[in-house]
C-alpha cells in the first residue's frame, strides 16, 4: 500500500517496510512531520530547527540504514533534557538549555530514531489533566471540548495524531497511562529503574519513571529494549536492566485479577461499566481467568500520593526556584506544591511504615494473579469541568493509578473500546516489578483482537 504524507502510518512496520524497499527516505517522514505539527494547538513547546531535523534524516540515510530505529520520529516531555533546547517542566520562568541530553534520548539517537521537538506538559508533572501549563491547554483530538490527560499531555496527542511515531513522557502518577487511554495509544510506565532518569526532572525522584507513547505494543516494547539499561549516573537506576527478557513466551493460560465490584469506580460514568465489563470479556478470551481482589490496599496506597508525605518530595525537586521564584507557579500548582508544609519528618516515616504495610497486604493479593486488570480512568471531563474542579477531578482520575509506584509494579495502558460520543476509553494491565515482557505479550496479543485503528488517525494496526 503507498505511504501518503497526509495520513500515513507512522508506526515502525510501515515506516520500515517503505524504508526496505525504498518508496520511503527518512527525509521524506521529516518534511511530512514538518507539516503535520502545525494540526494541533499547544502540544510543542520547542521544536527541533527543521534544517536539523532534515540534516539528521540525510545523515542516517548516508550510514545508518542498518540501525534499530533507523528514521523513526519521536518527541520527548518538556521536563527531560535534550542538548542544546530549552528544558522548561511547563513553566516558563524555570526555563534553561542544558548542555547534554537525557542519557534515554542519547540512546535512541544512537538507535538511529529522530527527534522532532519537545512536548507541553502539565506544569512540574503536576497532574493528570493536560490544562496546567502557561503554554496554553492540550486538548483531546477526538473532541477539543475535553481534556487530554496529563501530565504527559503533548507526547500522548503528537502520537495519537500522526506527528510522531513514539514518544517519551513521565510517570509519577499516572502521567505516562491517563493520557494514553484518552488517545486512543499504548502507555508503557516500565519498572522504576529500568530506564535511566539521568537528565530528567523529577516529581519525586523515588518513584518517577520514563515512560514510553507509542501507537503499538511492539513499538512501546522496542523503545524500552534500546533505551533500558543500568545507569551508574543515575542512584535509582537498576542493575536488573541489562539482563531483563523482555520477550518471555506469553503463558498458555493467566490469571488476571479485578477490583470487586464494590471497589469500582466510574464516578457517576454511565457508559465506563459496560466497556470495562467488556475488556474483562476480550482478557477471557485470550485464555484469562478473571479472579476478584480485594482492592482495598491498592487503593489506600494510592491515597498516599496526594494525601500523605510524598506531596513533600514535589517540593524537594524544584525547592531552590521555588523559594525565589514561588509565584512563577501557575495556582493550582503552587496550592499542591505548597501543601508540603503540612507534612514532618515523623509523618514521612510513618508514611513509609504505613505503604510497607499495604504493600504485605497487596502480596497476598498478588499470589492470586499473574496480572490486575483496571480501567485506566474511571471516566473523562471536558476542560470546563475540570476549571471548576480541578482538585478533586484529578484526583479521580487517579483512582486507578497513583498506588503502581509507590507498589513498585509495572503497567501497560491499551486501547479498548469507543465511548457513545466518540471519545476513547482504556484499560490498564499492571504486573509486579520486572514483569514488563508479560506484559507486553498480554497487550500486543490484546490490541490485535480488537483491531481498533491507531490513535486518533484512520491507520490501521499493521
Known amino acids: 500500500?503507498?505511504?501518503?504524507?497526509?495520513?500515513?502510518?507512522?508506526?515502525?512496520?510501515?515506516?520500515?517496510?517503505?524504508?526496505?524497499?525504498?518508496?520511503?527516505?527518512?527525509?521524506?517522514?521529516?518534511?511530512?512531520?514538518?507539516?503535520?505539527?502545525?494540526?494541533?494547538?499547544?502540544?510543542?513547546?520547542?521544536?527541533?530547527?527543521?534544517?536539523?531535523?532534515?540534516?539528521?534524516?540525510?545523515?542516517?540515510?548516508?550510514?545508518?540504514?542498518?540501525l534499530p530505529l533507523y528514521g523513526i520520529p519521536f518527541a520527548v516531555k518538556d521536563n527531560i533534557d535534550v542538548a542544546g533546547m530549552p528544558t522548561t517542566a511547563g513553566c516558563k520562568e524555570f526555563s534553561?538549555?542544558?548542555?547534554?541530553?537525557?542519557?534515554?534520548?542519547?540512546?535512541?539517537?544512537?538507535?538511529?530514531?529522530?527527534?522532532?521537538?519537545?512536548?507541553?506538559?502539565?506544569?512540574?508533572?503536576?497532574?493528570?489533566?493536560?490544562?496546567?501549563?502557561?503554554?496554553?491547554?492540550?486538548a483531546n483530538p477526538f473532541d477539543a471540548r475535553w481534556i487530554a490527560g496529563g501530565s504527559s499531555s503533548g507526547s500522548a496527542v503528537a502520537v495519537s495524531t500522526g506527528m510522531v511515531s513514539f514518544a517519551l513522557g513521565t510517570d509519577t502518577a499516572g502521567s505516562g497511562r491517563v493520557p494514553a487511554g484518552f488517545n486512543n495509544i499504548v502507555g508503557l510506565k516500565p519498572t522504576r529503574g529500568l530506564l535511566s532518569c539521568t537528565g530528567v526532572l523529577a516529581a519525586c525522584r523515588t518513584l518517577d519513571c520514563l515512560s514510553v507513547l507509542a501507537l503499538t505494543c511492539d513499538n512501546a516494547r522496542l523503545v524500552l529494549k534500546l533505551a533500558k539499561g543500568h545507569d551508574k549516573a543515575d542512584s535509582f537506576s537498576r542493575t536488573q536492566a541489562d539482563r531483563l527478557d523482555?520477550?518471555?513466551?506469553?503463558?498458555?493460560?493467566?490469571?488476571?485479577?479485578?477490583?470487586?465490584?464494590?471497589?469500582?469506580?466510574?464516578?457517576?460514568?454511565?457508559?465506563?461499566?459496560?466497556?470495562?465489563?467488556?475488556?474483562?470479556a476480550n482478557l477471557e478470551h485470550?485464555?484469562?481467568?478473571?479472579?476478584?481482589?480485594?482492592?482495598?490496599?491498592?487503593?489506600?496506597?494510592?491515597?498516599?500520593?496526594?494525601?500523605?508525605?510524598?506531596?513533600?518530595?514535589?517540593?524537594a525537586a524544584i525547592k531552590d526556584f521555588y523559594a525565589a521564584h514561588a509565584d512563577a507557579l501557575l495556582?493550582?500548582?503552587?496550592?499542591?506544591?505548597?501543601?508540603?508544609?503540612?507534612?514532618?519528618?515523623?509523618?514521612?516515616?510513618?508514611?513509609?511504615?504505613?505503604?510497607?504495610?499495604?504493600r504485605r497486604q497487596a502480596e497476598a493479593e498478588w499470589a492470586k494473579i499473574d496480572v490486575l486488570l483496571v480501567p485506566t480512568t474511571g471516566t473523562i471531563y471536558t476542560l470546563e469541568q475540570v476549571e471548576a474542579e480541578p482538585i478533586a477531578l484529578n484526583n479521580n482520575l487517579g483512582y486507578y493509578t497513583n498506588f503502581v509506584n509507590l507498589m513498585d509494579l509495572c503497567a501497560l495502558a491499551l486501547p479498548c473500546a469507543f465511548r457513545q460520543s466518540g471519545l476513547p476509553f482504556g484499560v490498564t494491565l499492571i504486573a509486579p516489578a520486572f514483569s514488563d515482557g508479560l506484559l507486553?505479550?498480554?497487550?500486543?496479543e490484546y490490541q490485535s483482537r480488537l483491531g481498533l485503528g491507531l490513535g486518533a488517525t484512520k491507520?490501521?494496526?499493521p
Open 459 to 461: 491507520n490501521q494496526l
Open 331 to 358: 495556582p493550582v500548582t503552587r496550592q499542591i506544591i505548597t501543601g508540603a508544609g503540612r507534612y514532618s519528618a515523623v509523618d514521612v516515616f510513618e508514611g513509609i511504615y504505613r505503604l510497607r504495610k499495604l
Open 1 to 66: 500500500m503507498d505511504w501518503s504524507p497526509e495520513s500515513g502510518s507512522l508506526d515502525f512496520t510501515t515506516l520500515q517496510r517503505h524504508y526496505a524497499s525504498n518508496a520511503l527516505k527518512p527525509t521524506d517522514v521529516v518534511r511530512t512531520i514538518i507539516r503535520r505539527m502545525d494540526r494541533f494547538d499547544h502540544v510543542w513547546i520547542s521544536r527541533v530547527p527543521p534544517a536539523q531535523a532534515l540534516s539528521r534524516a540525510i545523515e542516517l540515510e548516508g550510514n545508518g540504514r542498518g
Open 246 to 280: 523482555l520477550f518471555p513466551p506469553r503463558p498458555a493460560a493467566f490469571q488476571f485479577g479485578m477490583p470487586r465490584e464494590k471497589d469500582l469506580q466510574f464516578f457517576g460514568d454511565r457508559e465506563s461499566p459496560a466497556l470495562f465489563a467488556q475488556a474483562v
Open 440 to 444: 507486553c505479550a498480554l497487550g500486543t
Open 286 to 315: 485470550m485464555s484469562g481467568r478473571r479472579v476478584e481482589i480485594d482492592f482495598a490496599p491498592f487503593r489506600e496506597a494510592a491515597r498516599l500520593l496526594y494525601g500523605g508525605p510524598w506531596v513533600a518530595e514535589r517540593l
Open 96 to 138: 534553561h538549555v542544558p548542555a547534554t541530553s537525557a542519557t534515554v534520548v542519547n540512546r535512541l539517537i544512537a538507535a538511529g530514531a529522530i527527534l522532532v521537538g519537545k512536548t507541553n506538559m502539565d506544569q512540574f508533572a503536576t497532574g493528570l489533566v493536560g490544562v496546567r501549563s502557561p503554554y496554553g491547554p492540550v
